[in-house]
């Protein structure tokens, strides 16, 4: 019994071994179309990797934004600092509140902000968060949370892709690897802004949906505030707008802000300020340099311009 145990054991060893040395072997070797549960991809869509550098420079800023894409393309640090108002942002693509209370675990005592604004795009609460997972594997360090992160996705792509991670981190594959700062219609701005050549939504009409919230992102929403108030740091909850014509095809807009506006201070752009689909927006849900101008000008003037009007008086 004893020599069936230790065989046993035996083969499970070397089958894990043997299963880490293909899954290198694939990630080095296999054309892309081959890999499609292994997909490591450093400097995707994004430019998460020149955000995370970026990093290394950025301490007690004035905002810290998080978020998915909302964030990174609809915070443009430059209109912040026309009021003086130092910002980092930390959004990603397709971030869920998974990878949000990760990069907070991570990054929050380094960058310290003096208020944090949360994008909170409905979508990113019925996600399963693979995509965003696999960008922050590849883009960024990774490290007990990253397994952390994989067991809560329990996907084979994640595994597969965070096994071929720790592979490129610990004997330092990427040390030299650069991003562009012009990638197509995409720049990397300073502070993790990424800016879209000007282009605009042709309309269109979507067939009507309905928000549902997962479980496990709501969860992990809570921790990542958790984290935040833990540090007494200040954090608003905001709702980037898109278009009106994908915003009225959801049935339940409402249901989403009552949920979300049990958390703390929250504001649904959507409802706050008008905007054009067409002469506003490059797709259905993300905003041109045109509107992220209107935008960000607004929310500065709502929680700052106000306030120091009301405190000079």
């Known amino acids: 019994m004893k020599n069936f145990i230790k065989s046993i054991l035996l083969f499970i060893s070397f089958s894990i071994v043997v299963y880490l040395l293909l899954i290198i072997f694939w990630g080095n070797y296999i054309p892309g179309e081959y ?3 292994l997909n490591y991809e450093i400097g995707s869509n994004g430019h998460m990797y020149s955000r995370l550098q970026n990093i290394k420079d950025v301490n007690n800023v004035d905002i810290l934004f998080l978020g998915s894409s909302h964030a990174y393309r609809g915070f443009d640090p430059r209109i912040f600092n026309r009021y003086g108002l130092n910002t980092f942002n930390l959004g990603s693509s397709a971030q869920t509140p998974t990878q949000t209370e990760i990069l907070l675990k991570r990054y929050l005592d380094e960058i310290n902000p003096k208020l944090i604004i949360y994008e909170v795009y409905p979508a990113t609460f019925l996600s399963d968060g693979v995509e965003s997972s696999l960008d ?3 883009n960024d360090r990774n490290d007990f949370e990253s397994i952390r992160m994989a067991l809560t996705q329990n996907h ?6 965070l096994i071929y991670g720790f592979y490129r981190d610990i004997f330092r594959t990427n040390i030299n690897y650069k991003e562009e700062i012009v ?3 995409d720049t990397y701005i300073e502070g993790g802004f990424v800016e879209k050549k000007l282009q605009y939504f042709e309309p269109t009409e979507f067939d009507e949906e309905a928000w549902y919230i997962k479980d496990q992102q709501l969860k992990a929403f809570e921790k990542a505030l958790l984290l935040i108030k833990k540090r007494n740091i200040p954090c608003i909850l905001v709702q980037a707008p898109i278009t009106q014509a994908k915003y009225r095809s959801f049935s339940n807009n409402g249901e989403f802000d009552d949920i979300i506006e049990k958390y703390g201070a929250y504001y649904n752009f959507n409802e706050l300020i008008e905007l054009n689909d067409e002469l506003h927006f490059y797709n259905s849900h993300h905003l ?13 003037e709502m929680l700052f311009v106000k306030k120091e009007s009301t405190n000079a008086q």
């Open 136 to 138: 922050i594997i590849a």
């Open 288 to 300: 041109n340099q045109n509107g992220v101008e209107i935008f960000n000008t607004k929310l500065i």
């Open 156 to 161: 084979i792509k994640v595994y597969n892709t």
């Open 183 to 185: 990638k197509g219609d």
């Open 35 to 37: 890999k499609k549960n």
